[in-house]
């Protein structure tokens, strides 16, 4: 079956009428393209426009406020923010520095996006290049220098153990200075115990006021705080440290602070923590009985000896630190002592004050175990046991 074939109009047949109808229909069209394309392209101007005034106005805005003073400029500088300074005060020097172009924008632009309370104490190198979010971006990352450091004061250590530890970790240049500060303690007298050991008979003839009170502990400083202000941290922990319960049992005893804390350095001195009491109680029964302390170690302490074998020369020293001429405690603390010897000193053994014991001495060097005794001649029987010992200790270690 044959397809039927379209008839085509010829050209000469196409009406006026249906020509005309035609371009009104393709006018309609276009018309409706327009009304929608448009308002679309009078936004586009607009924006551009806007877009040129916001551009033009920022630019003025960002080279008189906001841009890195001298893009080519990266010769350091030194920049401080101190300890307590305001976030105002950081914008102020920043701009006397020449590092920002107005103090009041980078202040802004710090608390907008909360640097503000986050800018660290330090000293920085910085440069006129920095755009102020790099300013912020550094002076909130710190300077590498810690704010605070930890410090470590060890049971039984001296003033001067602790000025040159002090010296070691960079705490202070001059052992000097601490030491200077320990002798009369003047500057720490606000110290009711201070204050007590000012007023003692033989005061002004102690090596170091501040010695016994510069409690044992690990602190936290900071890195910009005087010698003084660690001074008095450590002072503050020694009234911290000793409770009420001790000053009842202080008062229960008739001592002072000053000689609970004499007799608690030199029980520091000689024995390990096992023995604490036992030496506290041979130190009170001799006490009681009117004999001198006869303690090697306040003899180490005025002469600076670590020898454990003591000469004749030694034990005639002329200090009142000296237990072997001068009865009862020497005029102040040896050392800084521990809370255990503080203890120790307050509530020595029961049962050796009870048994009377009298003596002791060193059974091993090694392990500081020590040799009680209750008689003279028990103790000396002792020493000539372990005496020899004394010296090939000494001998090993080079004690002088």
Request: hydrophobic share 40%; net charge negative; with cysteine.
């Amino acid at each position: 079956m044959k397809k039927k074939r379209k008839t085509r109009i010829p050209q000469e047949e196409y009406s006026y009428e249906q020509l005309r109808e035609d371009r009104a229909y393709g006018f309609y069209w276009y018309n409706w393209l327009w009304q929608l394309v448009r308002p679309v392209l009078v936004l586009l101007c607009v924006l551009v426009v806007v877009v040129g005034v916001i551009s033009s106005v920022w630019g003025e805005i960002s080279e008189r406020f906001i841009a890195p003073v001298d893009i080519t400029d990266t010769t350091d500088i030194v920049f401080e923010v101190k300890s307590g300074n305001s976030l105002t005060r950081v914008a102020n020097n920043l701009e006397a520095a020449g590092l920002v172009r107005n103090r009041s924008v980078f202040k802004y632009y710090a608390d907008f996006m909360g640097y503000g309370q986050k800018i660290q104490a330090g000293t920085y190198i910085l440069n006129r290049s920095m755009t102020i979010g790099e300013i912020a971006d550094r002076l909130t990352a710190g300077d590498g220098t810690p704010l605070v450091r930890n410090i470590t004061i060890i049971e039984g250590w001296t003033v001067e153990d602790i000025a040159d530890y002090f010296v070691r970790e960079g705490v202070i240049a001059n052992r000097e200075e601490m030491l200077s500060l320990c002798r009369t303690g003047s500057d720490f007298s606000a110290y009711y115990y201070i204050a007590d050991a000012q007023k003692t008979r033989y005061a002004a003839e102690r090596i170091y006021m501040l010695e016994g009170y510069l409690s044992p502990n690990t602190y936290e400083v900071y890195t910009s705080a005087t010698i003084g202000d660690i001074l008095k941290k450590l002072l503050s922990q020694t009234e911290a440290v000793f409770s009420d319960q001790w000053h009842d049992r202080m008062d229960d005893l008739d001592m002072t602070m000053d000689e609970v804390m004499t007799l608690a350095s030199m029980i520091e001195k000689e024995a390990k923590t096992a023995d604490f009491k036992k030496v506290s109680a041979i130190f009170h029964n001799r006490l009681n009985t009117g004999m001198t302390l006869g303690s090697d170690v306040t003899i180490k302490y005025v002469t600076g000896t670590n020898r454990m074998s003591l000469n004749s020369e030694d034990l005639k020293v002329n200090s009142r630190y000296n237990t072997y001429t001068y009865a009862g405690l020497p005029i102040g603390p040896i050392c800084n002592p521990s809370k255990a010897a503080i203890e120790a000193a307050l509530y020595p053994d029961e049962s050796f004050v009870a048994e009377k014991y009298l003596y002791f001495c060193s059974k091993d060097p090694d392990t500081g175990e020590l040799y009680f005794s209750k008689t003279l001649a028990e103790h000396e029987a002792a020493v000539k046991i372990y005496a020899p010992l004394w010296q090939a200790y000494d001998e090993k270690t080079g004690a002088k």
